[in-house]
């Protein structure tokens, strides 16, 4: 299905896509519209050494939340067979689990971040944050693609 409304943000709107009832765009504006929350991480570059970073934005839950994912709402066990994709510009990606996000589960508050260090994003597009990890590379930035994904096909 491909996404019914366009919001054009500077960078370009996030396509979130996949096994939601209601694939959206997402502009910038957009997430600064939907409750913040703010958050400083710490992490171990490879390359880089230590980083230190300060990010605003809305939870990705509630952004995925929000489009309707196709699970059973009330039932917790059928949130668990769903995987969420996220896709950077320059192809860096990563595949997150719904149970992973879910407050009932892993609760890790992974944010869709709209500034970095007091600096707004809107020329890069957000950024998704996910506290507690030790490694950087979760830390996506740039990103333009959210796909929602249910486990069928790994089973096919
Ligand atoms: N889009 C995108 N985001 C990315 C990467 C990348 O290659 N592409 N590298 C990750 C890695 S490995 C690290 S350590 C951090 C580094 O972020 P910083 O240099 O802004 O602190 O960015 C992460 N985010
Ligand atoms: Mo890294």
Redesign the pocket.
């Known amino acids: 299905m491909e996404p019914t409304s366009i919001e054009q943000g500077t960078s370009g709107p996030v396509r979130l896509t996949g096994e939601v009832r209601e694939p959206a765009w997402l502009s910038m504006a957009g997430l600064r519209s939907m409750p913040q929350r703010e958050m400083t991480v710490s ?6 050494g230590t980083r230190r970073h300060f990010f605003t934005g809305p939870l990705l839950i509630d952004v995925i939340g929000a489009a309707g994912p196709l699970f059973d709402p009330g039932e917790r066990k059928d949130r668990l067979r769903f995987l969420v994709a996220v896709l950077g510009r320059d192809g860096h990606r990563a595949v997150l689990s719904w149970g992973e996000l879910d407050p009932e589960f892993g609760n890790t508050a992974a944010l869709l971040a709209v500034s970095m260090d007091c600096r707004d994003l809107d020329e890069q597009g957000p950024h998704l944050v996910m506290p507690g990890d030790r ?3 979760r830390h996506i930035s740039q990103v333009t693609d959210l796909r929602v994904c249910a486990d069928e096909r790994l089973w096919g």
């Not at 992490?43 to 880089?48: G, L």
């Open positions: 992490f171990e570059c490879r390359r880089s490694c950087g590379a």
